[in-house]
């Protein structure tokens, strides 16, 4: 298994410009999450999954977008990058959406806008 | 509101000493779920133990013991015979009974010198 997968690993935008983050599970688990991790400070929730076709905000949500069509694929949208958005994206995904269910995180994907 | 607090931003110590790291959290929930995750120079995090709200037995895993205390809101970790490897940042989260998703401290780095 190759767990979590998250492409690219490294990327930088221009202001306003947009990019898809992707990330990909085979572990089979139907939640799936998108945190971001900003300098010195722990993850914060963007969007999250409970399954394919449904979506919920996180605790800060503005300035993405995502969809989740199948139960494997998870991508986040970022439509009009600002520099705000420079942060590390961490994907992840468990097997339940109980706090007992361990998530498992894939290796990030630094942004930097410019 | 769940909040998690790490109030250590940075610890260093010198190896083979015994080093403790705190995390205080605050809910309203009576079932939530405590966690602890290792993120090392690479970038990746790493599950270390989960601890859910009924059960504040103490738990050692080699190097490692967690002491939770829900008098004091407290879910410590403690590394005995700290070694350079154990060099990263450390967070604690949380999360409720009825949602997967996790709240973050801002985490503690943590270097072992040689």
């Known amino acids: 298994n190759a767990g979590v997968t998250q492409t690219p690993k490294f990327r930088i935008l221009k202001i306003g410009q947009s990019m898809t983050l992707q990330c990909t599970q085979d572990?089979?688990?139907?939640?799936m999450y998108w945190y971001r991790q900003d300098p010195g400070m722990g993850l914060k929730l963007i969007y999250y999954?409970?399954?394919?076709?449904?979506?919920d905000k996180g605790e800060v949500p503005n300035g993405y977008n995502v969809s989740r069509s199948t139960t494997e694929d998870f991508p986040l949208r970022l439509e009009l990058a600002a520099p705000s958005q420079t942060s590390v994206y961490f994907c992840?995904?468990?097997?339940?959406?109980?706090?007992?269910?361990?998530?498992?995180f894939g290796p990030g994907t630094r942004l930097t806008v410019l | 509101a769940q909040k998690v607090t790490q109030a250590q931003t940075e610890i260093s110590v010198v190896e083979k000493e015994d080093v403790t790291l705190d995390c205080v959290y605050e809910?309203?929930?009576?079932?939530?779920?405590l966690f602890w995750y290792k993120q090392p120079p690479s970038g990746e995090l790493v599950f270390l133990i989960r601890?859910?709200?009924?059960?504040?037995q103490n738990e050692i895993s080699g190097r490692y013991s967690w002491n939770f205390q829900k008098s004091t809101s407290s879910f410590n970790f403690t590394i005995t015979a700290s070694q350079v490897v154990d060099s990263a940042v450390y967070f604690c989260?949380?999360?409720?009974?009825?949602?997967?998703?996790?709240?973050f401290g801002q985490g503690t780095t943590l270097q072992v010198k040689p």
């Open positions: 601890r859910n709200s009924f059960d504040e």
């Open positions: 999954s409970v399954g394919a076709g449904i979506t």
């Open positions: 572990m089979n688990h139907n939640y």
């Open positions: 989260a949380l999360s409720g009974s009825n949602t997967g998703k996790l709240i």
């Open positions: 809910t309203r929930d009576t079932t939530y779920y």
């Open positions: 992840a995904s468990s097997l339940g959406d109980r706090g007992n269910s361990e998530q498992f």
